[in-house]
């Protein structure tokens, strides 16, 4: 069982939490010849793919390194210029690794926001009234599963597809959620959650539940 990510949003369509447990590295070092057939841009502090797809460099994978040579921004460990090197045609052949950027937190938070009304239009769709929403998101490489609390709170955890009692983990994390956050004196509803206790407790919780499954949740 491999759980990728737990996310809470507030009632208001907020996201308050979110925790990266077991994101999979996808990285793939190929030789160029000259001249590159693909295009790079930076964009975002990175320089990423824009156009070109092949053996497994996909459009919005970042640039890793160059010739071994990690790249920072657009420059290279050694603070050479990336775009001043594979315009170069003296440089090739050239390695490039490219590999798929983690998600920042805006473009987390900007994610829970499109979620928002997708679950709220789900219910919506429902040819019987007071639907709950959208529960389980199957795809080919994940599945989403989401818990809406009576308040409107909503849970969602990030799987691979293959994983089983997703429900029964969502109620765990509602439990550990509402025993150290709300129950927290310092935590105001609606605000991101900042405590400990709750990340190291969670973290606990989906280290089990890889481990042993959901049989004794």
């Known amino acids: 069982m491999v759980i990728y990510g737990v996310y809470i949003v507030s009632k208001s369509g907020g996201l308050i939490y979110n925790y990266d447990h077991n994101i999979p590295k996808v990285e793939t070092e ?3 010849g000259y001249p590159l057939d693909i295009k790079l841009q930076y964009e975002n502090k990175k320089i990423v793919v824009v156009f070109g797809q092949r053996d497994g460099i996909n459009v919005g994978h970042m ?31 050239l390695s490039l690794k490219f590999g798929r950027a ?3 937190t805006n473009e987390k938070i900007v994610l829970a926001s499109m979620f928002y009304p997708l679950f709220a239009l789900a219910s ?3 040819p019987v009234p007071k639907s709950s929403g959208i529960e389980l ?6 599945k989403l599963a989401c818990f809406q609390t009576l308040t409107g709170v909503k849970f969602i955890v990030v799987t691979e597809p293959s994983m089983a009692g997703a429900e029964a983990v969502l109620k765990r994390i509602y439990e550990l959620y509402s025993d150290y956050a ?3 004196p310092f935590y105001s509803l609606e605000m991101p959650i900042r405590c400990e ?3 190291t407790s969670l973290h ?3 280290e089990l539940v890889e481990k042993s499954g959901t049989a004794n949740l």
């Open 197 to 199: 206790l709750f990340d």
């Open 137 to 142: 998101l199957n795809a080919d490489t994940f």
């Open 182 to 184: 709300l129950k927290n």
């Open 102 to 104: 983690r998600a920042t």
């Open 30 to 32: 190929k030789t160029f």
């Open 63 to 93: 640039l890793l390194s160059v010739n071994g040579s990690p790249v920072a921004g657009r420059t290279t460990e050694d603070g050479r210029d990336v775009f001043d090197l594979i315009e170069a045609k003296e440089n090739y052949p």
């Open 124 to 126: 919506q769709l429902s």
């Open 204 to 206: 606990t919780l989906l």
